[in-house]
């Protein structure tokens, strides 16, 4: 079955980093868009990061620009999203997400999270001191 399980998330300090990873079962995530997602309390659910080209080039929201990177492991069949210099505004579930790629606008700069199908369970993120 198509699975996505999402880990790494946790409670770190304003500038510190933390390493979450999404594990896909049942499909190669080659295959397919890829996206990393958060939301807030209160808030809607924003794009972080995602994989849509065929070049494997990622796009990221300008608030996580030069902090965040997202990377395909295809061998792991994983993908991972090291966050550094964490704020206390990245505080948010965040969640892993895989959609077709013929849906998803690979021209955007923008990750859009209605153009997604298949989505994990979240991982916390919380940054405070």
């Known amino acids: 079955q198509v699975k996505l399980v999402e880990s790494g998330g946790g409670l770190v300090q304003p500038g510190g980093s933390l390493r979450l990873a999404c594990a896909a079962s049942g499909f190669v995530l080659d295959g397919y868009a890829i996206g990393w997602f958060r939301q807030a309390p209160g808030k809607e659910r924003e794009g972080v990061a995602c994989?849509?080209?065929?070049?494997?080039?990622?796009n990221y929201a300008d608030s996580v620009k030069g902090r965040f990177t997202m990377s395909r492991d295809s061998a792991k069949n994983t993908v991972v999203l090291q966050m550094n210099s964490l704020k206390p505004e990245d505080t948010a579930v965040y969640s892993c997400?895989?959609?077709?790629?013929?849906?998803?606008?690979?021209?955007?700069?923008?990750?859009?999270?209605?153009?997604?199908?298949?989505w994990g369970q979240g991982t916390q993120v919380t940054v405070s001191s």
């Open positions: 994989i849509v080209s065929s070049d494997g080039r990622a």
């Open positions: 997400a895989v959609g077709d790629p013929f849906e998803v606008d690979s021209t955007s700069s923008s990750c859009s999270p209605f153009e997604y199908d298949y």
